[in-house]
């Protein structure tokens, strides 16, 4: 599977961004999609991940502000992003996993990362 994040940018705090993950390949609706994040001098973070039968997980601290979803017809996920904080500046990758997993060695394709920088 190849993964091409799109979608980061810059935001003002208290806005919103959708990002974009589009996968190649035939097999990409047997995967658990994620999201993870890093941001400078930090390890790289689980944010969310969604399974093709929709079961979700999400870091608890970005519950009610983080949505992920699927559109397994454009082989597609997003991250839609409310609220957006500074705090929330980062990297964001997408990856793939056989596991609904939060940790990121379950993850075994990784796409480039979108710039996400959120200004105060």
């Known amino acids: 599977v190849q993964l091409q994040a799109s979608g980061g940018g810059l935001v003002q705090a208290g806005g919103s961004l959708r990002l974009s993950c589009a996968a190649s390949g035939s097999t990409y609706n047997n995967y658990v999609m994620g999201w993870f994040r890093q941001a400078p001098g930090k390890e790289r973070e689980f944010v969310a991940a969604l399974s093709r039968s929709h079961s979700t997980k999400y870091t608890d601290s970005l519950k009610g502000r983080f949505t992920i979803s699927r559109d397994n017809a454009k082989n597609t996920v997003y991250l839609q992003m409310n609220s957006l904080k500074p705090e929330d500046t980062a990297v964001y990758f997408c990856?793939?996993?056989?596991?609904?997993?939060?940790?990121?060695?379950?993850?075994?394709?990784w796409g480039q990362g979108t710039q996400v920088t959120v200004s105060s």
């Open positions: 990856a793939a996993s056989t596991l609904l997993a939060i940790t990121k060695d379950r993850y075994h394709y």
